[in-house]
């Protein structure tokens, strides 16, 4: 499908941010957007990059009312030769069309899906930070547009793509986080929608995370809603833990978000003849470890931060300090590492790097 480009005259353009060092996350948006539409029996159509702008929505879309509404999170990234590269835009497509199908969403082709994202970071490109650290964070999202308050899956989406200058999603930078474990609330249920960037999620996140953040913390650490035993995720990210010479992350049985950069961490840990294991962890577990010495590193993995170390968890009205509270060994390797693949410093053995621009 073709992809009608109209571009927002010189004078209209927005201001760019001059300071990359306060870029904070996802506060500033770009000059254009990419937008598709979808009705049944039409198919896809009418797919455009223009200039970024309110949608217009009929309150009775159902998207305000049942929920369906998925997003994406990748990035591109600008490398010191000023080329620039998207980061396994594959795996993204793919989640997205893979929450589209739990949602009883419209899976998106993924030609098109592609073609959008490089024609809208290409018109974008001045948009995109220097600085390592920051990028241009983009968000594809899909809606759904149909008027009707009957529970059923929708007849007509908007799938559209905004971006934005980022620097560090946490205000910690890359400093080691205090994070609470949720003995009362949970994220997500295996045979629910947690392995899918649903935008409920997030809302079912919140409650705990604002308790979490009135007592000083940065995160919630989410159990299992089984047994309220196992480590899920923390936060919007997943998490690992290194217990003696074994790196643990829980394993993806439905609950769990399918992180790129977790998939990429669990790669390079092999590639690296790290002992990584997905396998279930329990706080018991992890506690056992704290009081024998063997817990040495933790910390978070995500589009958003990409590697973020945890300094602290309290858990059960005790504070647990992690290495001292000092960012581990590992974290910054993988940290480092990942960036370097990123910012096309360092040779991408995986082929995970797609560059889109000189
Ligand atoms: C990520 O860590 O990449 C996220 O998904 C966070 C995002 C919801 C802001």
């Known amino acids: ?37 979808y009705e049944t029996g039409k198919g896809w159509y009418n797919a455009s990059i223009e200039p970024y702008r309110p949608l217009i929505l ?133 045979g629910g929608v947690g392995y899918c960037k649903a935008a409920g999620n997030y809302a079912a996140s919140l409650y705990a995370s604002q308790k979490a953040s009135d007592l000083g913390y940065t995160q919630v650490l989410w159990l299992d809603a089984i047994e309220m035993k196992y480590v899920e995720e923390v936060g919007t990210s997943n998490i690992f833990f290194l217990i003696g010479d074994e790196l643990i992350t829980p394993p993806l049985t439905g609950s769990i978000l399918p992180g790129v950069t977790r998939d990429s961490i669990i790669r390079l840990a092999k590639d690296w003849k790290i002992n990584i294991s997905e396998r279930q962890l329990s706080m018991d577990e992890i506690l056992d470890a704290y009081t024998d010495g063997t817990l040495k590193d933790c910390f978070a993995s995500g589009t958003a931060a990409i590697v973020s170390p945890v300094g602290q968890i309290y858990y059960k009205g005790r504070e647990y300090v992690i290495n001292d509270g000092k960012t581990g060994e590992l974290t910054e390797r993988l940290y480092n590492e990942i960036l370097q693949i990123q910012y096309g410093e360092k040779e991408d053995p995986f082929g995970w790097r797609v560059k889109i621009s000189d």
């Open 58 to 190: 009929d309150p009775a879309v159902m998207c305000l009312h049942y929920g369906q509404l998925i997003f994406e999170g990748m990035k591109a990234y600008r490398g010191k030769d000023g080329s620039v590269y998207l980061f396994r835009p594959g795996e993204n497509i793919k989640r997205m069309n893979e929450s589209a199908v739990r949602l009883c969403m419209q899976p998106v082709d993924e030609d098109l899906f592609m073609d959008a994202l490089v024609k809208l970071v290409t018109v974008e490109k001045e948009w995109i930070p220097r600085g390592i650290g920051t990028s241009l964070y983009i968000r594809p999202t899909m809606i759904a547009t149909e008027t009707a308050l009957g529970v059923h899956p929708s007849n007509k989406y908007l799938f559209y793509i905004i971006a934005g200058p980022v620097g560090a999603y946490y205000p910690e930078g890359f400093s080691p986080t205090k994070i609470y474990v949720s003995e009362e609330y949970v994220r997500a249920v295996r």
């Open 1 to 37: 499908m073709d992809i009608k480009i109209t571009k927002v005259a010189p004078e209209k353009m927005k201001p760019k941010p001059t300071d990359e060092s306060k870029l904070g996350f996802g506060q500033i948006f770009t000059d254009h957007f990419f937008i598709v539409e």
